[in-house]
DNA sequence: CATGAATGAGCCTTCATTCAT
DNA sequence: AATGAATGAAGGCTCATTCAT
């Protein structure tokens, strides 16, 4: 997948940034390169070598996530139950950006560092847009929700949940519940009568 | 209202600084005390004397309308349908923080600047409380949603509005869609069969 | 003493602000003019009226006290040992060195705010020259110590009580016995063989 | 001596700011790591790279001196006069205080912003402490002496150096007058009789 | 006389990025 | 490739003093 496959000496570097880099922002602290840099006891050069921006880091983590919730939207697309399909998809994407730190900031921003990550946000979108309208034409969505809606109301409701803060074993449960109200609406179903 | 009621001179200071703020804060830009100071051509020491912090400058933004929420939800409370009541108490909060850019910071905090805002907060929260629990109550209201979400969910609708981009005047629109459908659900009403 | 005797509410006023400034010293907090307007509610155009520097209010504080020396001087010019006369004046003048913090800084500063400020460090400056020559003339104090060296000394003395440290308790304790140490020296007196 | 041995281009730097940071505290400018960064020409980052307040890089001034101090001391251990030891020992931490700008402050700070410094001073206080001891043994020193009072007291006399004034060149003379005064007494001897 | 708002120089400190070694 | 020293713009804040009200 990558270009040129790094030299040994140089992939123990990445990976030692990136353990570093996973480290500060599951503590929350901001991403910053010279920080990393002292942490791992490398030159701020060589993080720079391999990580030109704060956000090409920041990236690089969340890409194997991102590479899940790809694979997993493939096997949704592959689900012949639209509402099961959709639904599936955007439990995975919440329950992700609510675990791992680095991928609200990912999703959120509109211009990405790395190719790769552009890549995988676009085939993200694009599964989420065939998911929403298969659903949309199984009659099973509201019709006012365009394929432009489901990003921003995920990243609303991730943010919610850190909004509502809370000890972090619970913020899973939270963002279930967010979502289901969301899918679900807060209105309750009203009663057969 | 104010403890002490400015110096005319202080007071077109005042005046001047929110002015400016109010500019930045609608253009975007991060509110800088000393650039404040630059823009109004006051000297950086009269900004900290108004304002000890660029907190308590977009909160001064921000209190106005929340002092608006405050009288709508006052009305709120006096309406005897339940549901109606809640959901234009959430309808104007969530059109209040996609217009006013000083406004979901100030949400978000989990710190004051100002006594003022924590006062009106407090008020905002609480009538949001009992409204909720009217409408439960009534069971218009799925029974899983506890006050503490209403801020969360209404930061996070208004973020995604936000991610949602585009142009400013849809924002409103938006922001309806948004609530609509967290209040009826995504999925379709199950038609009546 | 005073050339116009001060109304009656302004006389309140440089009351109020002596006082204030009196406890800051007391704690050791920098006396700054601002900050003592604001303790004593005043404006800080009054407190400046009043004092137009920190330094003249720090030698209105040690006025009282400098005072008190020059009228133990006058007592001391009286006694007729000469031994004597000079160590309790020197020991009087540690005494309020290490008791009252606003001394050591006007003892130490070359240049006075008030003029009644130079008026009494004269006093005492010919005060204690006058009791060193007589010392010296009957034999009791070494020769090499000229009047321009009691200042420095004392100040000295003081200083070392400083640095010293420890419970404000013991300061005269040490005072009492940097004094003696350098009155008797350091070395012990050779036991009469 | 040093862990890392700097490289040379940084070693170049050390030293230009260590140059222009003599001059100062020669002058008695006081020390600001901006004004330094301006004079040697260098980036204020640069100079905040190599001492990271202003304390340190006094301390930085301040070391050799204080080497030479413990080396001293090391050879006033050696002496088996115990009088002459100690005299000689404080003769040269006074001449030092007098001389080096940079060492009153260091001496008389509580706190060090070098662990070298904290390291300098301890061996510098036992070493005077074992002096005292051994010439409080032999019956050469005022028994009410502690180990405690030699740093004040050198430290009250380097005071009252500063205080006294006069040209740079007298300050050397002075200090030893008042040296020799605190150790044989400010009374005069008593004449045999 | 009293007031206290305004001033703004001046200090401190951080950090993203470059580039000589 | 790796290193890490250097950079310096940028931002934060304080405080002595003045002067309009």
Redesign the interface.
């Known amino acids: 997948m990558t270009s040129t496959p790094l030299r040994k000496d140089a992939a123990r570097n990445w990976d030692r940034i990136v353990a570093v880099a996973r480290e500060l922002v599951d503590r929350g602290t901001p991403l910053q390169l010279n920080d990393v840099a002292r942490r791992t006891g490398l030159g701020v050069g060589t993080v720079y070598r391999h990580f030109a921006t704060p956000e090409a880091l920041l990236e690089a983590l969340a890409t194997p996530c991102l590479e899940d919730l790809a694979a997993h939207g493939r096997r949704a697309l592959a689900d012949t139950d639209p509402?099961r399909a959709l639904e599936g998809f955007l439990t995975r994407t919440i329950e992700a950006q609510v675990t791992d730190a680095s991928l609200a900031p990912v999703a959120?921003a509109?211009a990405d560092a790395l190719p790769r990550t552009t890549e995988l946000k676009e085939t993200l979108w694009s599964t989420g847009a065939t998911l929403l309208d298969r659903a949309r034409a199984a009659?099973?969505?509201?019709?006012?929700?365009a394929a432009?809606?489901l990003?921003?109301?995920m990243?609303?409701?991730?943010?919610?949940?850190d909004?509502?803060?809370g000890a972090s074993a619970d913020r899973i449960d939270t963002a279930h519940?967010?979502l289901t109200?969301?899918?679900?609406?807060?209105?309750?179903a009203p009663?057969a009568a």
Chains 1, 2, 3, 4 share one sequence.
Request: proline share 6%; glycine share 14%; aromatic share 8%.
């Open positions: 509402r959120a509109s009659g099973a969505v509201r019709p006012d929700l432009a809606d990003v921003p109301l990243c609303g409701i991730a943010y919610a949940v909004i509502r803060g519940r967010y109200a969301l899918l679900g609406g807060l209105w309750a009663t």
